[in-house]
């Protein structure tokens, strides 16, 4: 069992993945499907008008991709919506979903 991912162990794994999407499409889904009436602890915080942990989390995965020389916009894009939401600019509503630029999936394993 893997118990910490180093940054430099991050292509492997995406090349694992990219051989097995059919299988990672699937553990993902099973994996959520369980999740149904879950709700985000940052969600949870950006409803109740707190601070999220917006920097130390997805300012973590920023970081880690930078050192890794990976471009990880849709991450960027995320933080920046999250952002916005806890400063009050945006609601927290799915509407925000649709200022993501996402690629199709193949696209991350080009």
């Known amino acids: 069992m893997v118990t910490r991912l180093n940054v430099n162990d991050l292509p492997q794994c995406?090349?694992?993945v990219k051989a097995n999407l059919p299988v990672?499409?699937?553990l993902f889904r099973n994996a959520?499907?369980?999740m149904t009436e879950a709700k985000a602890s940052m969600l949870q915080d950006l409803e109740a008008g707190r601070k999220c942990e917006v920097e130390?989390?997805?300012g973590y995965l920023q970081r880690m991709?930078?050192?890794a020389g990976v471009a990880a916009p849709v991450g960027d894009q995320v933080t920046e919506?999250?952002?916005d939401i806890q400063d009050g600019r945006r609601r927290p509503e799915?509407?925000?979903l649709d200022l993501l630029d996402l690629p199709p999936v193949e696209?991350?394993?080009a």
Do not use: C, T
């Open 94 to 96: 799915f509407s925000n």
């Open 81 to 83: 919506i999250i952002r």
């Open 56 to 58: 130390s989390l997805n």
């Open 24 to 26: 990672a499409r699937d």
């Open 107 to 109: 696209g991350y394993f």
């Open 32 to 34: 959520l499907k369980d």
């Open 14 to 16: 995406l090349n694992v």
């Open 65 to 67: 991709a930078l050192q």
